[in-house]
């Protein structure tokens, strides 16, 4: 049975940086879309990021553009997302997903709405103080 499992999270002072791992066990992620979502209290889960199988396409959502940056190891089942420049609007819980469902149209690629995977982790929360 597949196992998405997020690690990383925490609590850091705005403008300080972390690093997300997700690993999926016992899935080829070569041909998985897999993405971060985030879902902070009394709002809706929102995509913060996304990569391709292969590495080539990513999305972000514009809050995050030029602050987070997403990458994968296929060799290692395992994604990143590193975050820089952490604000107080960054806190929510973070959830990994594997087998996202995405959107290709031209030079957009993004997730689908509503957000769909075949597989979602536990999440880990991130808290980012003023």
């Known amino acids: 049975q597949v196992q998405v499992v997020e690690s990383g999270g925490g609590l850091v002072q705005a403008g300080g940086s972390l690093r997300l791992s997700c690993t999926a066990s016992d899935l080829t992620l070569d041909h998985s879309a897999m993405g971060w979502f985030r879902q902070a209290q009394g709002k809706e889960r929102e995509g913060v990021s996304c990569?391709?199988?292969?590495?080539?396409?990513?999305f972000y959502a514009d809050s995050v553009k030029g602050r987070f940056t997403i990458s994968r190891d296929n060799a290692k089942k395992t994604v990143y997302l590193q975050m820089h420049s952490l604000q107080p609007e960054d806190t929510a819980m973070y959830y990994c997903?594997?087998?996202?469902?995405?959107?290709?149209?031209?030079?957009?690629?993004?997730?689908?709405?509503?957000?769909?995977?075949?597989?979602w982790g536990q999440g880990t929360k991130v808290t980012v103080s003023s």
């Open positions: 997903a594997a087998g996202v469902k995405t959107e290709h149209a031209g030079n957009s690629y993004y997730p689908a709405r509503p957000a769909t995977a075949d597989y």
């Open positions: 990569i391709s199988g292969s590495g080539r396409l990513t």
